[in-house]
C-alpha cells in the first residue's frame, strides 16, 4: 500500500484501515503478533508514533491487544469487530452521502433503491 | 542516547591535531617566504673593500636576519588568518568552544613559531652553505654556529620567541580586526604615532618599543618578557573573542 | 527528559526582534519539525540552541545547560546547515576522518556507506561541490555523527528529488536504529510531516503552535459552500484562511472545534467539509493576511475604485 | 671539488625551480586556499631534507676547522712601534727577515717604477755601526678570531749595489665573506645589535728596518716611510 499524504486522511488512519485490510484478508489470524510501531514507521517511512497512534486505534477498538513487553496481537473476534465498525461507520458515511447527493439532485429514494439494485444485478450478471 | 561529557583537556588536544592539519596551507607559505628571504639575503647585507695597511680586501656581509624576519612576518600573518571568519568557523564544524578553541590555537602558534624558529636558523646555514659555493671566496668566515652547539640552540629559541610574539601578536590584531575593521586603522595610526612620538631621551617610541626586545642581553630576562607580552596579548584575544558568535 | 527548554527566549538585533519571546520544550527522541516562513526566525533559534548565537534575553537550556559556549552542548550536538563551513584545505575524506575524531558516537560504517552510495569522491572538496552534493554530504556527516541532539536547518536545499527522498529515508531509518533528538526544519513540510512526530511552528519570533503532527491534521477544517451560510456557521470563530469562489461562495479554514453532531449538521445543511493539508495550515497560519496574496490585489483594485 | 661544484649546481637548481613552484602555487593557492595533502607532504619532505642536508654537509666543510690559536698582540703595529718597540709585536706576525752586511755610507731605498709601496716602512737608526742592515716584516690577517696572516704574501727585498729595491708582490684582494649572526642570538653576545663588524677584520703589514748609525738613507718616491731616531 502506498499512503495517501495529500492530507485528505490522517495517516495513522491509514495505517489502521492497512491493517484492518490485512486481518481482514487473513494475513493476521487470531493471536497473532502484529507489525511493531518501528517495523510499520520503517514499512511506510513514517515517525513511530505515529504508527503508534495507528496501533492505538485498533487497541481502542479491540481489534487488537497489547501484550505488555510483547507488543500488539491480534483478537479473536477481530473480524467481526472490523467488520462491525465498517458497516457502522464507512458505510453509514458513504450512505450518509448518497442520501446527501441525492437530495441536491431532486432524486426519490425509490430512485436510490433502484440504482443500488441495479448495481448489484449487473455485478451478479457478469 | 546518554550524553557525553567531554573533558577540556581532551577536546583541546582533538582540536590541536586538527587545526595542525587543516591549517597546511601556512606550511606552504612558509617555505615559500623563507626561500624568498633566502634569495633577497643572497645580495648580502653590506660590502666593503680597500688597503688595510697594504693587504687589499674584499669584504661581503651577509645576514640571515631577513629570513628570521620574514618567519616572523609569517607567524603575524598566519595567526590573524586563523582569526578570520573561515577559519574561526572550521573550528564550529565539530565540538568546540571559544576557550577549547583559543587553547588550541595557542598550542598551535606555539608549534607554528618552533617550526618556524627551527626552519629559519636551519635555513640560514643553507644560506651560508649556497653562498660558500657559489662566491669565489677565500676568507670564508663562520665558526661559531657549528662549534658552539648552546648557541646554535640559543639561536633557535630565541627566533622561535620572537616568531611567537608574532604570532599573539597577530593573533590579536586580527580578533580585533574581526569585532572592528576600524581598529585596524586605529592600530595603524598608533603605530605611525609612536614612530614620530619622541619620548626623553632622544629615541621615538617605536624605538623604545623595539630596543625593549632587541637590546635585552639576558637570555632569561628575554624569556620573562617574552612570555609576559604574549600572555597579556593572548588574553586580549581572548577577551575578545568570548564575545564573538558564529556563523552569522 | 527534556532535551531542550526554552523560556521566553528573545534575540535583538540592534531594534528589530529575530525573536520574539519563545517559550517550548522538546523531550528527548523526537523528530520535530520547525516550520515557519522565511525570516520568521528558524534560524536564529536553531543557532541559539546549537550555542552558536547568544541569546539575547530568556533561558535557553539544553541538556539542562546554558548551550552557548558550552562544550558539553557543542559534544552532543551537531548543526547542519547549508552555509556549513568546513576546512578548505582538507578533502572530503580527510573531513570524515576528522569528525570521527571529534564525534564519540560516530558511525564510520554508516559514513562511507552513505559516501559510497552517493558516489561522493573522498578526493574532493567541499568548497568545490555543488550545492546539492554540498548538502548531501553535509546530511552524511549530520547521521554519522549520532549526535543526542541532531539539527537539520534547510538540508535539502540543492538536492534533487531522488536524493532528498533518500535522505528522508535514511534519517528515519537511523533514527529507529539510534533513536535521538532530531530538529529538522524545512519549506517542504509535505515532503517531512509523515517523519516528524511534532510540529513547531514559528511566526514573527513566536511560537505559533507547538503540537503531535497527527494533531495537527484534525486541528482545523475548511468548509465551503454558500457565503450566508458560512459566516452563519463560523460567526465566532477564527478564520484563518477565506477564499472568495465565484460570488456568492466562499471556502474558509477554521479551528476544528465543532462536535461530532455540528459536522453532521453542517454536511447535512449543503455545506461541503474538507480535511486541511498539513502543509496548506501552516501555510495558511503563518500568512499575514486571510486571503493571502489574493488581499494584496484585491486591495489595489478596491483602492482604485473607491 | 667539481664533483661537489656539479652537485651543488644540480641542488641550486632543484631548489630555484622548487622556489618558483612554491610561489606559483601559493599565488594559485590564494584563490582556491587549499593545498593538496599530496603535493604538501612531498614539499615538507624535500624542503626537511634540504635543510638537515645542509646542516650536515655544512659541518662537515673545512671552513669549520680553521681555528688556530691566534696571536695575542692587539693593535696597530705602527703605533707599538714608535711608542713602544718593536719586540712587543708577537713573532708570530713576522712574515720575513733579513740581515745584510753593507759596507757603504749611502743608501737608495725605492720600489720599481717608483711604484707607491702602501705597506708602512719604519727606519730606526741603531746606535751602533754594525754595517749590518736588518728588516723585519709583519703582516697581519685576521678574521673573527681567525687568522689568515700565513696566506698573505711577504713583500720582497733585495739588495742592488747601493739601492735597497721593495717588491710587492702580486696579490689578487682578499675575498671574505662574513657573516653577521642571527639577531636572535647577537642580543645575548657581547655584540650589539648594531655595531658594524670591522673589528672583526683585521688586516695590516710593516717593515721595520734598522740601519747603522751613520748611514745615509735616501728615500725615492713611493714609499710611505717613517724615521725612528733615538
Known sequence: MILNTDGTKPIYVQIAEWLETEILSGSFNSDQKVYSQYQLAEIFNINPATAAKGLNILADGDVLYKKRGLGMFVSNDARERILNKRKKHTLKKLVQDLVLEAERLNVSEEEVFDMIKNVKRNWEGT | MSITKPSLTNIVKKQYSYKLRAYRQVYNSL?????????????????????????????????????????????????????????RFDDFAFVTNRLSGNMANLYVMLTLSVIGGLTSILSGVLLKLLIYYSTDVQIFNDTRLMSEPNLFVTSILSASMYVFLFCVLGYMIGMLFQVN????????????????????????????????????????????????????????????????EVRQ | MKVIESKEMTKVYGKTYALNGITFEIEENK?????????????????????????????????????????????????????????????????????????????????????????????????????????????????????????????????????????????????????????????????????????????????????PVADLKEWAIGLSGKKDLINEWVKTKKVFHEKSIGHNNLYVVVKNDFTIRELENITLSGLDVFPVSSSDLCMYLTQKTKGGIDDVYNKAKSDKYS | MTILSGILSLFILVFVAIGFFVIWRGLKGVKKSYVSKRYLKWLIRVYVSVLVLSIIWYSLLSVSNRIEDVPSTSGNFYDIAVNQSVDEIDPAFIGKQWSIDYEKNKLNIGTVDHEYLETPIIVYRSDKNNRKISATYYKKLVVSENDYSKEVKSIDLTLNQDRLLLYQPAQPDFKIVLFKKEFTIRQFTEEKLFEKREEDVSAQSLLYISIPKDLTLIAEDGLNIHYLDN
Request: one cysteine or more; proline letters at 2%.
Open chain 2, 31 to 87: 617555505i615559500a617566504l623563507q626561500l624568498l628571504a633566502i634569495f633577497f639575503s643572497f645580495n648580502g647585507v653590506g660590502s666593503m673593500s680597500g688597503n688595510w695597511g697594504g693587504i687589499h680586501l674584499n669584504i661581503n656581509y651577509y645576514s640571515a636576519d631577513i629570513i628570521i624576519i620574514f618567519t616572523m612576518l609569517w607567524g603575524l600573518n598566519s595567526a590573524a588568518l586563523i582569526t578570520t571568519k573561515a577559519y
Open chain 2, 181 to 244: 575593521k576600524m581598529i585596524l586603522v586605529a592600530l595603524a595610526a598608533l603605530f605611525i604615532w609612536g614612530l614620530f612620538k619622541d619620548v626623553s631621551g632622544g629615541s621615538n617610541v617605536m624605538v623604545n618599543v623595539f630596543t625593549f626586545f632587541v637590546s635585552e642581553s639576558s637570555l632569561f630576562l628575554f624569556f620573562i618578557k617574552m612570555m609576559f607580552c604574549s600572555i597579556l596579548l593572548f588574553s586580549i584575544s581572548l577577551v575578545i573573542s568570548n564575545r564573538m
Open chain 3, 31 to 211: 523528530i520535530t519539525g520547525i516550520i515557519g516562513r522565511n525570516g520568521a526566525g528558524k534560524t536564529t533559534m536553531l543557532k541559539i540552541i546549537a550555542g552558536l548565537f547568544k541569546e539575547t534575553s530568556g533561558e535557553v537550556r539544553v541538556f539542562s545547560e546554558k548551550p552557548f559556549n558550552n562544550l558539553t552542548v557543542s559534544a552532543n550536538m551537531i548543526f547542519i546547515d547549508d552555509g556549513m563551513i568546513l576546512p578548505a584545505s582538507l578533502n572530503l575524506k580527510e573531513i570524515l576522518d576528522e569528525a570521527e575524531r571529534f564525534y564519540e558516537n560516530w558511525d564510520s560504517s554508516l559514513a562511507n556507506r552513505l559516501f559510497d552510495y552517493f558516489s561522493l569522491s573522498p578526493n574532493q572538496y567541499h568548497s568545490n561541490l555543488s550545492k546539492g552534493m554540498k548538502s548531501t554530504f553535509n546530511m552524511i556527516l549530520g547521521l554519522s555523527a549520532k549526535c543526542p541532539l541532531t539539527i537539520f536547518d534547510e538540508p535539502t536545499t540543492g538536492m534533487d528529488a531522488g536524493v532528498r527522498h533518500d535522505f528522508y529515508r535514511v534519517m528515519l531509518k537511523d533514527y529507529l536504529a539510534y533513536p535521538r533528538t532530531i530538529l529538522l526544519s524545512s519549506h517542504h513540510l509535505e515532503e517531512i510531516e509523515d517523519l516528524l512526530e511534532d510540529i513547531l511552528l514559528i511566526k514573527d519570533g513566536r511560537v505559533h503552535l507547538h503540537l
